[in-house]
């Protein structure tokens, strides 16, 4: 039983100590070419951790991308989501021990900060189970007030292709199912660019002809991406964000416009610098990928799909003796 406070309000009971779960999250891409801060692709490069629930303190343990990178205690992103989702709902948070094996490359358009934020609000989800009810709108709530932006964490939490979008009772989304013909490809640079830094370079007013031609372009690529591949080339353009960021990432930029010279509908990859090419057909995609591989800066090619199942949370049951 909890006891009622000094105010004379029963403090929810907290997560009981040595509860575990598990946490796998896709990579994501955003924007898609128009679609800037809207539209989002779930990727199937994931991130999974392990976390628990311990007497005090926060532990965070990296294996993979981020190791020897990311901060190691409570400051960490995935630390400090989790740690958010508790403040929101009133818990005291246990200790955590967090112990993650990451694959999404870090500031490279691969949505990992989004990927990392969802990772620590499903796992407060997960250890608040019997708790606190966390639904799925809270998760993309709680996500969203960290992240600044929905277009990575919907499709990171919903998989498949999202539109995302806020209102006054928050953000919202709608999930929908890309057409099998469409293939990707991502090219993935050594370089990294930061989201900040590519946000500070948007202007705050563009042009009503611009606007225009980016809504007739994203709603063109909802159809295209669900219904009509053929016509991915003509809906991916875009003038709201990628050339006012081209002077910050020119081979990024360089490439866009070789693989849209070629006929491939290739577009900067959340805020970049790796490219997107969503191809019509498998051999349209392997023809994308010579053509990256002749560029001549190093550029990984990597053929990926959809991911359409999205980021879940599941109970570890206890190795403890009963
Ligand atoms: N798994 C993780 N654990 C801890 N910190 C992370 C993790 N993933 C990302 N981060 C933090 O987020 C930063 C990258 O975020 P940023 O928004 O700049 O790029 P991105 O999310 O990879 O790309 P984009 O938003 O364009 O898709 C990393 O440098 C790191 O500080
Ligand atoms: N919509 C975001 C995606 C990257 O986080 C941007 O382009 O800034």
Redesign the pocket.
Known sequence: MTAADATGVTPPAGVPVGRRVHVRVPA?S?NLGPGFDTLGLALNVH?ELEVEATESGVRVD?TG??AGE?PTDET???ARALLHVFDRVGVVPPGIAIT?T?S?????????????IV?GVLAAKGLLEGVVDVSDEDVLRYATELEGHPD?VAPAIFGGLTIAWVDETGPRHKQLAVHRGVSLLVAVPEAT????L?RSLQPTEVPHADAVFNLSRSALLVAALTQSPELLLDATEDRLHQIYRASAMPETSALVAALRAAGHAAVV????PSVLVLASDPAARLEAARIVEDRPEAWHARLLAVDIRGGTVEPVPSTAAA
């Open positions: 994501t955003a991130d990296v991308v981020g990311v960490n992103l995935v993650a990451n999404i490359p870090h500031g490279r358009g691969m949505g990992s900060s989004g990927a990392a990772e990575n660019m930061s989201t900040t590519a990859s959340g805020a970049g």
